[in-house]
Every structure is written in C-alpha cells, then in structure tokens.
C-alpha cells in the first residue's frame, strides 16, 4: 500500500512538472506571438509610408516630365523658323 502512495505521489510530480513546463512554453508563445504582431504591425507602417512615398515622387517626376514637356513645346514654338533658316544660310555660305 505504502509503495502504491509513493508510485502515485511520483506520477503526480511528474505530472505537475510536464504542466509546469507546458505553461511555460504556452507564456513563451503568447510573448513570441506579441513580438510578431509587433514586427507585423512595425512593418505594415513602414510599407504604408514607403506607398506615400513612392507615390509623391510618382506625382512629382509626372510634374517635371510635364514641366520639362511645355518648355520644349514653348521654346520650339518661340524660336521662329526663319531664324533657323538664315542661320543655315549663313553658314553654308561662309
């Protein structure tokens, strides 16, 4: 009987170690778990402001394309033609 009590006050410590230690593992999980929502919550901002980014210098090289664009047009339609032409006269007759 008394060696039956022991047996069992043995299978009870053992027990009582293999929840103890999965308790710990189920805390280390949850503080695993809350480190990686972290991380994925850091990082869902960063990709939000690099978007933002990525489209203002979208915006911005569409505005100096169309900048650069009308200043072509206007200094092709401002320089008159014959000016062109003379000057092309000019020099093969030197």
Known sequence: MRDDLYKLMGVIESKDLAIETLE?????????????????????????????????LHESVEGLRSSVEDRLISQ???????SSTSQTFLLHNI
């Not at 092709?76 to 014959?82: D, G, L, M, Q, V």
């Open 24 to 56: 710990n593992q189920l805390r280390t999980s949850k503080d695993e778990i809350k480190t990686k929502s972290q991380a994925m919550s850091y990082l869902q901002r960063v990709v939000s402001d690099l978007e933002r980014k990525n489209g203002e």
């Open 76 to 82: 092709r339609s401002s320089s008159p033609a014959s």
